[in-house]
């Protein structure tokens, strides 16, 4: 059976170029990067080879690199260690109502354990209120935690502009990046950001690798403790071959970075424009704001969308109803709540999100079969 891929938000499929110099490294590259004989100093060689190379493509200093294993791993680091290590200015949390479950949820179980977090609103178009975070600014502030873009409706986060506002006070700016990077430049310093959460396996880099930058000026209390690598910010041998193709998937991103822009931009315009003229009563979420090239998020009225999605799978296309980590929980999207659909709305929203190899043949046997099944939910 054909099978199109249509979740590249919730993950993608590795590079060949990837694959190819990870497999290399395995069977050779196999000493512990803490060992100081040949094999020790080989691995050592890669690891930090690699975080140099990343952070030149950030515009940030090597050691300004953590590498971790992953998004989830990433913004816990970032957000509790930011909590411990600066526990003597306060217990105060900012961060967005639409953010990543591993923002959320971990702002969530940190009020449980004595910490005060403001949830800024979003609008409608899906991007944060700026005035309400600047009056939500507090002496007692440690961190705000902003996305950059979100995962469920591809919208940007207004982070310069947040930047600007803390540029001059002590407290942390994170963002989670994890669906940007690699889709547009980020350079930190150029925004005054100074913490940013990476996770490989979005783009095309392999599962299990990750990293956060930190600036150099910021503290962060490790949250994996017992070995001082990572200059002392996350026990744990390396995972070199992690490392390692991520490193690589980001060079291969950056080589074409603008012309894969283009192109998804130009499968996305075809994707949604298929969909208006073709389908009657939907809508795009988020339409209106500035929003990544690779996801659009749908409603289409009179469609359940956990029906739909079966229908789809059963003809080979594979798209998601929000976020990945929600998915098998029937769950609304609380996103979209915080963008104000209605309950109806939410049960009949889902997200599409293309890739860099993505074809216009492949868009249309997805619109297509969507057509068809439309016709017959509606017809119910
Ligand atoms: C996928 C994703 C994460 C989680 O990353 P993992 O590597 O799967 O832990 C975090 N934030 C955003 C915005 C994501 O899209």
Redesign the pocket.
């Known amino acids: 059976m054909k099978l199109v891929y249509l979740d590249n ?1 919730a993950s993608t499929k590795i590079s060949a170029r990837v694959v190819e110099k990870m497999m290399e490294s395995y069977s050779e590259n196999y000493g512990n990067p803490s060992s100081t004989h040949k094999l020790g100093q080989k691995a050592r060689a890669t690891v930090e080879k690699t975080r140099n190379l990343i952070a030149g493509y950030l515009g940030v200093e090597g050691k300004e690199i953590i590498f971790t294993s ?3 791993e990433g ?1 816990n680091l970032i957000i509790r260690g930011a909590l411990n290590a600066y526990d003597y200015k306060g217990k105060h949390i900012i961060t967005s109502k639409i953010e ?1 479950s ?1 923002v959320l949820k971990t702002c969530q179980q940190l009020e449980r354990e004595g910490y005060e977090v403001t949830y800024i609103d979003v609008d409608e178009n899906g991007v944060v209120n700026l005035e309400q975070l600047k009056n939500s600014i507090r002496k007692d502030t440690v961190i705000v935690s902003i ?1 950059y873009a979100n ?1 469920e409706t591809g919208v940007k986060q207004p982070i310069k502009e947040i930047g600007k506002m803390l540029e001059n006070t002590s407290i942390m700016f994170h963002t ?1 990046a ?2 940007a990077m690699c889709k547009e430049i980020i350079f930190p310093k150029d925004l005054k950001i100074d913490a940013v959460t990476v ?1 490989a ?2 783009f095309y880099g392999p599962k299990g690798a ?1 990293f956060v930058y930190l600036d150099k000026n910021f503290l962060i209390e490790k949250e994996i403790w017992g070995g001082s690598q990572e200059r002392n910010r996350r026990a744990g041998t390396e995972n070199v071959q992690g490392i390692l193709g991520m490193g690589t998937a980001i060079e291969e991103a950056y080589e074409n970075i603008h012309e894969i822009e283009t192109r998804e931009e130009k499968i996305q315009e075809y994707l949604e424009k298929r969909i208006k003229n073709e389908i009657e009563n939907i809508k795009i979420n988020g339409e209106k704001s500035p929003r990544l090239k690779t996801i659009t998020n749908l409603y289409i009225k009179g469609c359940d969308i956990q029906t739909l999605l079966i229908a789809l799978d059963l003809r080979g296309i594979c798209v998601s109803g929000g976020s990945a980590c929600m998915s098998g929980a029937h769950e609304d999207s609380h996103v979209l709540k915080e963008m104000g659909l209605s309950s109806e709305e939410l049960g009949s929203s889902f997200r599409i999100s293309i890739g860099k190899d993505t074809t216009i043949e492949e868009i249309d046997y997805f619109v297509d079969n969507l057509k068809e099944i439309v016709k017959i939910e509606r017809g119910k």
């Open positions: 938000a992953g998004g989830a913004n990543h591993t996305m995962n989670d994890v669906q996770a396996h979005k990750g």
